[in-house]
Nanobody, 124 residues
């Protein structure tokens, strides 16, 4: 059974940092492009970042560019999202997701499956 499990969320003050982890089981994570999206109460889902399958190209939403970094550690079947200089507007549940296979390992804001999410709260 394929599964994605996120961890690393929590409460942090504005300007602080968190590193989210996404561990895959039941499939080999580096066969796919993997993304992170977030959803805050009353707001639409927002694609945050993506890392492609082939050359590891990375993509970021304008709202997080320069502050967030996505990376993958294939030996651990894990993708990370390093989040620095956090702002209150980053508060949301963060999900890691497998990008739809119809994009052949390239990044897109279209998701085939995702985990249960991890809560990130930025507040003083």
């Amino acid at each position: 059974q394929e599964q994605l499990v996120e961890s690393g969320g929590g409460l942090v003050q504005p300007g602080g940092s968190l590193r989210l982890s996404c561990v895959a089981s039941g499939f080999t994570l580096d066969y796919y492009a993997i993304g992170w999206f977030r959803q805050a109460p009353g707001k639409e889902r927002e694609g945050v970042s993506c890392i492609s399958k082939s050359d590891g190209s990375t993509y970021y939403a304008d709202s997080v560019k320069g502050r967030f970094t996505i990376s993958r550690e294939n030996a651990k079947n894990t993708v990370y999202l390093q989040m620095n200089s956090l702002k209150s507007e980053d508060t949301a549940v963060y999900y890691c997701a497998k990008i739809s296979p119809r994009y052949s390992g390239r990044c897109a804001w279209v998701y085939a499956s995702w985990g249960q999410g991890t809560q990130v709260t930025v507040s003083s």
